[in-house]
DNA sequence: ACCTTATGATCCAATACTATTCCAAAAGTA
DNA sequence: TACTTTTGGAATAGTATTGGATCATAAGGT
C-alpha cells in the first residue's frame, strides 16, 4: 500500500474540496482525525496540510483548525489578483463617484442608516488598522448595495478581493496610521451625509476627495 | 456532533441568509435563542454573528438585534449573465467617461490610429447592425486598452461579454436602426476627436452624452 | 549500507468553547 | 412619562481542543 505518503493524501483532500465535500468558510476535521481516518500518521497528514495551504486552497490557525479558503481554479481572476494598487484606485476613481449619483438616486433610509453604522465601527477603530480595513472594505461594499444593481456590486466586491492579498496588506501596515484614519473616517462622514441631503455632486466631489487622498498616501508609501 | 464551533455556526447562518430563509433588513432570532438551537454557548453565538459582521452581510445593533444587510458572495458568473440591459449602463456610466480622462493622459498616437480605424469600420456598417455591434465592442476595448491598466480593461471585457447574451442582442436588434448608428458614428467621432486634442472632460462629456443616447434607445425599446 | 520517508509518542503554545455574571442600549407597556 | 422586559456587549475563569515541534524508531527504496 505505497498510496499512504503526504502527497496522495493531499490530492484525496483536494479533490474533496473541488467536488464540494468541504466549502469555502468550512473547517476541516482536526489533523487527529483526519489522520486517523486517512490511516496516515498526523505528521504526514500537516504535510499534506500545509501543502494545501501553499496552494492558497486552505487557511491553517494554530489552535483552531484548517479553513477552506477558495475554491482552487474558480477563485480570483488574474487581471484582478495581480493588479497593482494604483490601478486598483484608477478603477475605483471610475466607479466609486458614479455609484454616489446612483445612491443618491437610489438610497433608502435603512442603507443609510447601515452605512451610518459603519461609519461608527470605523472610528472606534483609531487604534486597530485591520479592523478599520475591513470596516472600510464593508462600507464601500454597503455603498454599492444602495445602487441595487448586481452588476456594480459585483465589481466592486471583485476589487475588494484583492485588499486581502499580501502586498495590499502589507501595503496597508505603511500607510494606515491613526491620523490617516482620522481623516478617512472625517471623509466617509462627508460622503455619508453629502447622499442623505441628496446632493449628488457633492457626494461624487468628497469621494473624489478621499479617493485622492487614498492614492497620494499609496505614492507617498511607494516612495519609500 | 464535531461541528460546533463559531466557525461552523457562522457557515450555517451564512447558508440561511443566502438560502433566503433570512432575507434583507430581516431580523435574526435573539442571540440566546440562535445559541440554544445551534446548541453552543452564546458567546461563541456572537463570534459567529460578528465574524458575519466583518463580511458585512450583518448589521449587529445592541439592545435590538442582528439585521441581514447583504446577500451574501453574489456568484461570479450569475450577476454578470444576469444583469439587465440598464445595469450595464449603469456601469459602463461609471467607467467610461473615466477612462476617457485616462485616455487622455495615457494614449499614444497609434492607440488612436486603431480606434479611427474601427470608427471607419463602423462607418461603413450602416446597414449591417451585427458587424457594427462587433466593431462597437471593438472600439470601446480599445479606449479601455488605452489606459494601460489591466483591471480596467477586465472590467470592460466582463461588461462586454453580456452583449452576447440573447436578451441583449434582441434588444439591439429593436434598437439598431440605421438613422441610430448614424447617431453613434458620430458620437464615437466627437469623443475620438476630444481624446486627440486632448481634453479630457470634454471627452468625459461626449462619452456621457453617448451613454445617454443608448439608455434612451433601450427604454424606448422597453416600453414598446 | 545509505538515504529518504513515514511513524508514533510526547510536550508545548495558541486558540476556542463554556458558563456565569453584570452592564447598557433599545423596545415594549402601562 | 416612567417602569419593565428584551436585546446585545463585555469580562472572567476554567476546561477542552487544536496545530506546532521534536525525537527516536521503523520501513522502504536506491
Redesign the interface.
Known sequence: MAWRNSSNVAVAIRRSITDGTY?R???L??SR?LAESFGVARNTLRDALQQLEREGLLEIRPG??A?VTGLGD?SI?K??E??APL??I??R???E???CR?CVLHGKR?DFD?MD?LCRRMESATADPTAFA??D??FH??LA?T?R???????I???NTVRSLDEWTRMRQLTLNAAMIDQYNVQHRDILNALRSREPERAAAKMKEHLETARLSLTRAAET
Not at 444593481?149 to 465589481?155: G, K, Q, Y
Open positions: 466549502r468558510h468550512d473547517r476535521p482536526a482525525q483552531s483548525g479553513y474558480q481572476p487581471a484582478v495581480e493588479a490601478e486598483l484608477d478603477a476613481f471610475a466607479l463617484p458614479h455609484i446612483l435603512e447601515a453604522h475591513e470596516a472594505t464593508a461594499k454597503a448595495s445602487t444593481s448586481n452588476l456594480l456590486i459585483w465589481l466586491e471583485q476589487i
